[in-house]
């Protein structure tokens, strides 16, 4: 199936990124279309759809990364910060490989980010 798909190639360095964070199963590099400065998105680097299909053992090693990608923001002088999972296609999912949103936010600074339980 991956060969198409666009994370994949990302995860094999395929296509160049600039890498931000990597673990033996994740890696994180900024989104292509930041919604705040420094906009990170971590992927696994098996192809997994979305977190119904990633195995509940490889949780705690991506709640580290999300740590660890989540203290470089901080550092960089983020104050706060978004985790954003979309899953599925209703629910704003655009590529089908699963990947988790982290978006620093800073006091005064607009971010594009929306709780759609909060209209
Ligand atoms: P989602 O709506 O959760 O599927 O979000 C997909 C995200 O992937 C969007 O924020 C895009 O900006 C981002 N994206 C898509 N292609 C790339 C790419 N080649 N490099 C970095 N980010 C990408
Ligand atoms: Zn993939």
Known sequence: MSEECIFCKIARKEIE???IFE????????????CSKGHTLIIPK???????DLPAVLGSELLDVIKKVAEIQ????AEGFNIIVNNGK???Q???HS???LIPR??????RVSFPCAN
Request: glycine fraction near 8%.
């Open 74 to 77: 901080l550092r960089e002088g």
């Open 106 to 111: 800073r006091k005064g600074e607009k971010a």
């Open 23 to 34: 673990s033996d199963n994740f890696v994180a590099f900024p989104d292509a279309n930041p």
């Open 94 to 96: 655009v590529v089908m």
């Open 46 to 52: 098996k192809h997994f759809v979305n977190y119904l």
């Open 90 to 92: 209703e629910a704003g």
């Open 17 to 19: 990124i600039e890498v």
């Open 99 to 101: 990947h988790t949103h």
